[in-house]
């Protein structure tokens, strides 16, 4: 499922100010929502180096193309989209619910701004008339399409109140066949050519009190618990605000889910999977990285334990035979070894108004510096220190991580010359089991910010060598600046597995 993505407008401060980190809560609700396949808004094409960042559809944006600050670091958010978006390819949609919008409105002008109410953890797709009539059919119960989808339920919306004749009889059919139907009853149709009398006949039919499959005034809830149909996802909430999306793919072998915690911070619910007799692993879409889980299987439900970071999504996949009904890890523990403290080399990128290199006696965001050519840059800066370490953290079962504290926008590490990636969204940590090493360690941090500082520099009064162009002035000499740079605070932690 394609779709335009991320589209902005950039007006009101919000031109050239998105970073993977600000962009993702958007990217998984697209995810949640059914999106497996990104189209980005917009990449206009830049075909000059000499006009930074250049070219633009208006004020539209996300601006995404060669000359975003960040765009030599686009791989690491690119591969997020894209193994989230191939994860979400797999196999068939789990959906108990099957939502039928009606005829005479456009599923936009009905739920462009509010869904469906449906209850929480279950799934839904909607349908429409064309194919409610050529496509549904019932099996053993179930409502089936020929591409092999399967839902428990079907809901006919309010505006589904007035019913063509065609869709009214395929009801019919599916009723007889075995099918649940829930929501309204149909009072009219919209058609002049309809026979008002097969159409009354019809409704007395479908909702007579001898069908019961058939309800109207019933909430959904309430049918789905007469029915013994569990959620297919819950979650107990460790805040009364937690909030988890979801969505469940099935293949032959395997059950994926993919959960996304929709607070910007940390949250470790116990969530119930409905499935029982499989391992859950954990799959990380930023790093392709597994991870095992603590769960416990009962009444057919397995129940994972979850550690999700701010704005998080990790994939849940039970694939192998559990052997064991219950399975409770140790918990990870962390002690901080080292903060890094004292003063860091910073050299910036070239030709974007700041000097060359610059010493920070402490850590701080460039929009408090007093040179004119960092409070105001827009780029790639590079801070390098050496750390002493010390022998007794090297031990065996231990790993050694470097938590860059807060960051904005991203960072790429480097120790003693060797990159340990790109990271872009809290936690700013990269795992230096193998890098660092006993004594003197050469530390490099790269990190992007965006361009909204820089085009507020170039805005500033007297400014005659203009860096930055746009095609439309987005940004006034008075415009709020963003927080940049490598902000900490740096410490190296230890985890003990």
Do not use: C
């Not at 902005?8 to 999106?35: C, F, H, Q, R, V």
């Not at 790429?412 to 940590?429: A, M, T």
């Amino acid at each position: 499922v394609a779709a335009e993505s991320l589209t902005a407008l950039g007006i009101g401060g919000t031109a050239w100010a998105y970073s993977p980190e600000n962009l993702k809560p958007s990217a998984d609700l697209e995810l949640a929502s059914g999106l497996n396949r990104y189209v980005i808004h917009t990449s206009v094409h830049q075909p000059v180096d000499d006009k930074i960042p250049g070219l633009g559809l208006g004020p539209f944006g996300q601006w995404f193309n060669r000359h975003e600050t960040w765009a030599e670091q686009a791989k690491a958010w690119t591969d997020y989209l894209s193994r989230s978006s191939y994860m979400l390819q797999q196999g068939k949609f789990v959906a108990d619910i099957v939502y039928y919008y009606g005829e005479d409105n456009n599923i936009t002008s009905l739920f462009g701004r509010k869904l469906p109410v449906i209850p929480e953890g279950y799934n839904y797709d909607f349908i429409n008339a064309d194919a409610l009539i050529n496509v549904l059919s019932t099996k053993d119960g179930r409502l089936i399409t020929p591409s092999g989808m399967s839902y428990r339920v079907l809901v006919l919306d309010s505006n589904a109140t007035k019913m063509s004749l065609p869709v009214l009889r395929k009801i019919s059919k599916l009723v007889k066949a075995g099918a649940t139907v829930a929501g309204v009853k149909p009072v009219a149709t919209p058609s002049l050519s309809d026979d008002q009398n097969e159409f009354s006949k019809l409704v007395n039919e479908i909702w007579n009190t001898s069908n019961s499959k058939v309800s109207a005034g019933k909430s959904l809830n309430e049918v789905l618990n007469s029915m013994n149909v569990a959620p297919d996802f819950s979650y107990n909430k460790p805040q009364n605000d937690t909030k988890l999306l979801y969505v469940h793919r099935k293949l032959a072998d395997r059950d994926i889910y993919w959960v996304d915690n929709r607070n910007d911070r940390d949250e470790n619910p116990e969530a119930s999977f409905r499935l029982a007799g499989k391992v859950p692993v954990i799959w990380h879409a930023e790093t392709g990285k597994t991870e095992p889980a603590s769960y416990r299987i009962e009444n057919g439900v397995t129940k994972v334990d979850l550690h999700l970071s701010p704005n998080d999504a990790v994939f849940v996949i039970f694939k192998d035979k559990a052997i064991k009904t219950s399975v409770t890890l140790a918990q990870l523990t962390e002690k901080q070894l080292l903060t890094v403290e004292g003063s860091w080399k910073v050299s910036f990128q070239k030709d974007r108004g700041a000097p060359a290199e610059a010493t920070f006696d402490k850590l701080a965001s460039y929009t408090e510096n007093a040179d004119a050519g960092i409070k105001y840059f827009s780029g790639t800066a590079t801070y390098t220190k050496t750390i002493i370490t010390d022998k007794s953290w090297f031990v065996p079962g231990k790993k050694l991580w470097l938590d860059l504290g807060d960051v904005k926008n991203l960072a790429e590490v480097i120790v003693n010359g060797k990159s340990l990636g790109i990271v872009w969204k809290q936690p700013f940590r990269v795992n230096t089991t193998g890098a660092l090493k006993n004594g003197e360690n050469r530390i490099e941090i790269k990190v992007t910010n965006l361009w909204v500082n820089r085009l507020i520099g170039d805005a500033q009064p007297g400014v005659t060598n203009k860096i930055t162009y746009t095609t439309m002035p987005f940004y006034q000499a008075n415009s709020k600046l963003l927080p940049s740079g490598l902000l900490g605070p740096v410490q190296i932690v230890s985890v003990t597995e």
